[in-house]
């Protein structure tokens, strides 16, 4: 990537924690990343694992992770082809400050529903 391309990129993405967050955010990410925390899986063992998800969204978000650093592909010349995922540094570096997150919405998922519980029976 040139200076230029560079500056432009990063004009086009002024708010880096507005960046990262969109992307991780989304609905599959952490979990695929989660998912990906004890070791190299490939596509049908993710799938299985997640369980809900396409495989149109796995393979979308498996690409955006990708692309953004967090997971490594890896294709084996074989027939059939054999491809597996794993966590890069990136990956693994995230999932340390994420996993504080998924412990308190744990701790704290009862508290929240029985909130979304009282608010919805007082508009009801």
């Not at 990129?9 to 989660?34: K, T, Y």
């Amino acid at each position: 990537m040139t200076q230029l391309q560079s500056e432009v990129a990063e004009f086009d993405n002024p708010c880096p924690i507005r960046d990262v967050l969109d992307r991780i955010g989304d609905q599959w990410s952490v979990l695929v990343l989660l998912t990906l925390q004890p070791g190299t899986k490939r596509f049908n063992e993710l799938m299985r694992e997640i369980g809900d998800i396409s495989k149109q969204m796995l393979s979308r978000t498996l690409k955006h992770l990708e692309q953004d650093g967090f997971i490594t592909r890896t294709v084996y010349p074989e027939v059939p082809p054999r491809v597996e995922y794993d966590l890069t540094e990136l990956g693994h570096s995230f999932l340390e400050p994420m996993q504080a997150l998924v412990t308190w919405a744990d701790t704290h998922h009862r508290t929240i529903v029985a909130a979304r519980e009282r608010y919805r029976d007082r508009w009801e």
